[in-house]
């Protein structure tokens, strides 16, 4: 239902910053799902009390809202399936590094990659490194917990938040928490808001945590006879007490698209096998004292094992990684890419889930992830106009989720629920969790105007394909 007697006082109170033009709709339509709402305006605020501004006469008016980072969400949690108004963050994108304090206080609309890099310029590290991150904003990232390939040893985006800054739905303003390492006054609404997607208050600002640039880091390619083994070896790892940096998997599917994309063989003579890139970071002498272990660990578990030697080596070795997703398209045009969570004792039982999983289903299924904490990314391609594998393909989502709570994991360790992952949220809770989530999302946004329509009601996305935004340069 439109609101154009609100959506005029909008353009009254905030003027230029309001863009009722269709291209502007147009454009904050959709996410990186391409499933397209079209709102009735954006505002792009300058300065923080101006969502507060929006957020009260949204309020007022019973007017849907939906906080838009980069709109580089693949659930539909960016799309503003209610239509009503979505607010642009990108222009609070302030980042100051506390030296002293190894702090960044930031605005929620600067790019992970602009916070790592002021970080770093002054020897700090900020580890959460979803692969957008050149695009994806912090708000975008607490929004919904964004993790990435540094996750296993370092932690995720919410080990990293001192303390946040926003706004209720009301239009109230609030801090949870302050710049120092230790709060302990009050409830912790913090880490309700991290993960809560967009659901229950806009972040404004955040103060990160920032570690110590480490001084040395070593890379390694492992390759393995099948996946079975590559993730029974990577257990052996971490039994070992020997915790990588980063601990990417690579099925024998995903390495044969990297070789594609790439137009190299990763390991020469051993073509397509699946494998395990590894980064070790830390002191020098710690990273010498572990080569040692983890060279013997290499020798007496992999096919074949490479180390890298220059920096060239190792750009070589990380395209493999990079470059495996984008070359799946040669598989299917359209790709369901779920972000399912394993517990470490399961992951052989999941690999032969997989292979049964392609056989049944007769569909590529190329599979990669962060072993260090179990968060594998299932790539289902499929062909959209093919009816055939478009069930296919839908039966073997639901399949997976089963089975990964079936093994005690999760449906989502970084992609949050959106619209996508909403047939499955009653797999993951009961219930009982699920009105206790709800009796939150009711007592903090009682007018239930910020990001309405997601996570809680079940959406088959499939039925909205056809709303999809399609762009010249889409995969045929
Ligand atoms: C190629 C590609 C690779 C990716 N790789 C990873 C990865 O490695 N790890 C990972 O975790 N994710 C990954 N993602 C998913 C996505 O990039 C992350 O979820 C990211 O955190 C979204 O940030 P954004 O700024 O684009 O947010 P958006 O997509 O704009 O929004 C996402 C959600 O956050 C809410 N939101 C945004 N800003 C705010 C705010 N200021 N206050 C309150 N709510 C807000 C929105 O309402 C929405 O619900 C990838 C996506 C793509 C396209």
Redesign the pocket.
């Known amino acids: 239902m439109p609101h154009p007697a609100a959506t005029r006082q909008l353009k009254r109170r905030l003027g230029a910053r309001t863009d009722t033009s269709p291209a502007g709709c147009w454009a904050a339509s959709f ?2 799902s391409k499933i397209s709402f079209l709102p009735e305006a954006v505002v792009t605020p300058k300065i923080e009390t101006e969502i507060g501004v929006v957020l009260e006469l949204a309020n007022r008016h019973r007017v849907p809202v ?9 659930m539909g ?2 799309a503003p399936v209610r239509g009503g108004w979505v607010i642009d ?1 990108l222009k609070l994108n302030r980042v100051r590094i506390d030296d002293e304090a190894g702090m960044a206080h930031v605005g ?1 609309g600067a790019t992970t990659a602009d916070i790592q890099r002021a970080a770093e310029a002054r020897g700090w590290f900020y580890p959460p490194d ?3 991150k050149e ?3 912090i ?6 917990n ?3 390939m540094h996750g296993g040893k370092y932690g995720v985006t919410r080990d990293f938040v001192i303390a946040l800054r ?1 706004f209720l739905p009301t239009g109230e303003l609030v801090q949870w928490g302050t710049a120092t390492k230790k709060f302990s006054a009050g409830f912790n609404l913090r880490d309700l808001w991290i993960g809560s ?2 659901m229950l ?4 600002g955040a103060v990160l945590k920032l570690i110590p640039q480490p001084a040395a880091r070593w890379t390694l390619l492992t390759a393995f006879p099948d996946e079975v083994a590559a993730l029974r070896a990577a257990r052996v790892l971490f039994r070992a007490r020997l915790q990588p940096a980063i601990c990417e998997f690579l099925d024998r599917v995903s390495v044969l698209c990297a070789e594609r994309a790439t137009g190299k063989t990763v390991f020469p003579g051993q073509a397509g096998r699946p494998v395990i890139l590894l980064e070790f970071a830390g002191a020098v002498s710690e990273i010498e004292d572990l080569k040692f272990e983890v060279l013997a660990w290499a020798r007496a578990q992999a096919l074949a094992f490479r180390e890298a030697r220059s920096r060239t080596e190792v750009e070589e070795l990380w395209a493999v990684r990079r470059k495996c ?1 984008g070359a799946m398209f040669e598989l299917g045009d359209s790709k369901i890419n779920e972000d399912v969570v394993v517990p470490m004792r399961n992951y052989e039982r999941f690999a032969r889930f997989i292979t049964r999983l392609k056989r049944e289903s007769k569909l590529a299924i190329p599979t990669f992830g962060h072993i260090a904490d179990g968060n594998l990314h299932v790539n289902i391609m499929y062909h959209r106009e093919n009816s055939v594998e478009t069930r296919a393909a839908e039966a073997a989502v639901q399949k997976l989720m089963e089975t990964v709570v079936a093994l005690g994991g999760a449906i989502s360790g ?3 629920i ?1 619209l996508a992952k909403t047939p499955f949220l009653r797999l993951q809770h009961s219930a009982a969790q699920i009105r206790a989530m709800q009796a939150v999302k009711k007592a903090l946004d009682p007018r239930g105007i910020l ?1 309405p329509g ?1 996570m809680f009601g079940v959406v088959r996305i499939w039925k909205y394909e056809k709303l999809q935004v399609k762009f010249p340069w889409d995969h045929k």
């Open positions: 996410d990186s939906t906080v838009r980072g980069r709109g580089t969400t693949l949690s960016a963050m929620a979803p692969s957008s695009y994806c904003t708000g975008g990232n607490i929004a919904c964004a993790g990435g926003g997607e967009g208050g806009v972040v404004t997703s970084e992609h949050g959106g990001n997601k």
